[in-house]
Every structure is written in structure tokens, then in C-alpha cells.
């Protein structure tokens, strides 16, 4: 007896088995319409239901934040075109041959390595108890100093919100409570409760009326845990997001909402690069990336 289908479940082709599970978006028997995982392409394909089976487990992360379909032409399709894994490895080992290696010459490789000794140089600076030693002192001016070193030797910020967040944190009132916030988000697992009271704190400073950038906000996190925090910086996440096909709900204003999608997005990465020696975070950031990188078109010699 054929196996029954229901918008939402999981699917595999008889056949077709390179193409991995797919969701079901459409049925109208004898047909089903299903988008395959690992299969090119936007659209969903139209097979009698005769050639799918349900999939012996019904959870996928990357079929599970897909953005909602719609239809075309009778067809339905995702909003954007999107990359496979495979596709977007290929494009991967274009712009980074290295790979997760060091000694690549792209920015976005170079990039990957000066977050990696910024990380570093938290461990050395601040890391083992140190920023929390430096914080119970009330020494904030040495934090201070401290903290914004390894911002710096990331070259993440724009100038704008780096001289934003050097000035704000010269108040030692401003300064204290962000650290203190920023300590306690760092204590544990990302959550709500402490990501709304970092944001805050954040939104404190002097000189940040309205409330700080996304990758002012997420930047030392990310150096100072890159196995935990994702930095989001608004252009590049929403574009690469949106190539991997994943639904990251984007608003402009810092959110747990949107950071905790960002997080769940680079954790289908991390394991899905971990073959590849993806390590954390910073390797994350490097492949989303390379799938945003424009190819340029040399333009033809005048005759």
C-alpha cells in the first residue's frame, strides 16, 4: 500500500535517493509536490505519489527553516533561488581554496584570521576570570582598555560604530553596567532573559540614542565565545542566509528573535562544515561569506 502524505512530512523518491529528504508542500492527489534537500533549484517537483516514501525520520534543520513557498505558475517555489551543500562547497572552495586553513589572501579569509586572533587575544586578555576579576576590582578604565584592544584587532566595526562604542564606554557608570551585562550573558548559554538585559545595557551608552548596531552588539560576544555567539552584520548574514535557503526573520533593531534564529543557522552549519574542519563560529562566518562574494565579469578589451 502506498505510503499517505500530508503537507509538511518528510519524503524521499524511490529513485532519486542523491537527493535526500524532501518536504512535502502540495498535494493534490495522485501528485505531491515535494522540494528536496539536496536537489538544484527553487521549486518543488511534481512525482504520483506512488514514487515517494516517508522518510524514516521526520526532522531535517534545513527543511525545517525553509522560508514559506509560494506558487508560480502552478509551481511552488521558494522566494529566492537558494544553494545545495554541495553547491555552496563548490563556491566555497572557489573564493577560499584554503579552506579553514590559514594563509588565504581573499578579505574574507583575511577576515577569518584576524577574528581568530582577536579571539585569541580575548582568552589571553580576558578570558579565565580575568574580565570578571577586573570588573569585581571595579578597574572598568582596564577592561575598558582591554575589550576595546580585541575589538580592534578584529577590524570588524565600521569607523562609525567603533568611535560609537569607544565613547560610550569612556562613562565608567555606562561602561559597569554594559560589562556587567555582558559578563552575565557571556556565563552561560545564550538566552533571552540575558541577551534583552546585554542589548540594553548596550542601548545605554552614551552617544547610542538609537540603540546599537547588530554587529556592535555581537561582535565581542562572538570573539570572546565563537562556539557560542554568531556575529550578525546585516548585509552579508541576510544575503547568505537567504542563498542557504534559510528563513532568518531580520529586523533592523537588535532582537532575540532574529539572534536566535542567527544561532540556530550557524549550528546546521558547524555540523554540516565538520568534515571540512569547521571549528566554530569564525569558520561559519568565512563560509557564509565566500556565497556572497561578487563575481566580476572582465570587461572586453577595446579593439
Known amino acids: 500500500m502506498a505510503d499517505a502524505f500530508d503537507v509538511g512530512i518528510l519524503a524521499e523518491h524511490s529513485r532519486m535517493t542523491a537527493w535526500g529528504p524532501?518536504?512535502?508542500?502540495?498535494?493534490?492527489?495522485?501528485?505531491v509536490w515535494v522540494?528536496?534537500?539536496?536537489?538544484?533549484?527553487?521549486?518543488?517537483?511534481?512525482?504520483?505519489?506512488?514514487?515517494?516514501?516517508?522518510?524514516?525520520?521526520?526532522?531535517?534543520?534545513?527543511?525545517?527553516?525553509?522560508?514559506?513557498?509560494?506558487?508560480?505558475?502552478?509551481?511552488?517555489?521558494?522566494?529566492?533561488?537558494?544553494?545545495?551543500?554541495?553547491?555552496?562547497?563548490?563556491?566555497?572552495?572557489?573564493?577560499?581554496?584554503?579552506?579553514?586553513?590559514?594563509?588565504?589572501?581573499?578579505?574574507?579569509?583575511k577576515d577569518r584570521e584576524r577574528r581568530r586572533g582577536a579571539h585569541e587575544a580575548y582568552e589571553r586578555t580576558l578570558g579565565g576570570g580575568q574580565a570578571e576579576e577586573l570588573l569585581a576590582q571595579d578597574s572598568v578604565g582596564e577592561l575598558t582598555t582591554r575589550a576595546l584592544a580585541v575589538v580592534a584587532l578584529a577590524k570588524t566595526l565600521s569607523s562609525a560604530d567603533a568611535a560609537a562604542l569607544n565613547a560610550g564606554l569612556q562613562d565608567q557608570a555606562a561602561a559597569r553596567d554594559y560589562f556587567t551585562a555582558l559578563l552575565a550573558y557571556l556565563a552561560d548559554e545564550p538566552a533571552q532573559e540575558t541577551f534583552a538585559a546585554y542589548a540594553s545595557a548596550a542601548g545605554t551608552l552614551p552617544g547610542l540614542a538609537s540603540g546599537p548596531s547588530w554587529p556592535m552588539l555581537t561582535l565581542l560576544p562572538f570573539l570572546a565565545q565563537p562556539a557560542r555567539h554568531m556575529l550578525l552584520q546585516p548585509t552579508l548574514t541576510c544575503a547568505a542566509a537567504q542563498r542557504l535557503g534559510f528563513d532568518l526573520p531580520y529586523e533592523s533593531a537588535p532582537n532575540w528573535k532574529t539572534y536566535d534564529a542567527l544561532r540556530r543557522l550557524g549550528g546546521i552549519y558547524v555540523e554540516a562544515l565538520g568534515d571540512e574542519g569547521a571549528r566554530d563560529f569564525v569558520d561559519v562566518q568565512l563560509f557564509m561569506a565566500t556565497l556572497v562574494i561578487k563575481t566580476v565579469t572582465p570587461k572586453a578589451a577595446a579593439a
Open 35 to 109: 522540494f528536496f534537500r539536496d536537489a538544484p533549484g527553487r521549486a518543488a517537483r511534481q512525482f504520483p505519489a506512488s514514487l515517494l516514501v516517508r522518510s524514516s525520520c521526520q526532522t531535517d534543520t534545513v527543511l525545517e527553516n525553509l522560508p514559506a513557498f509560494i506558487e508560480k505558475d502552478g509551481v511552488q517555489v521558494l522566494p529566492s533561488e537558494r544553494y545545495t551543500l554541495r553547491e555552496a562547497l563548490d563556491i566555497f572552495h572557489t573564493h577560499a581554496p584554503e579552506g579553514f586553513n590559514d594563509g588565504g589572501v581573499t578579505k574574507a579569509q
Open 22 to 31: 524532501g518536504k512535502v508542500v502540495k498535494v493534490r492527489a495522485p501528485y
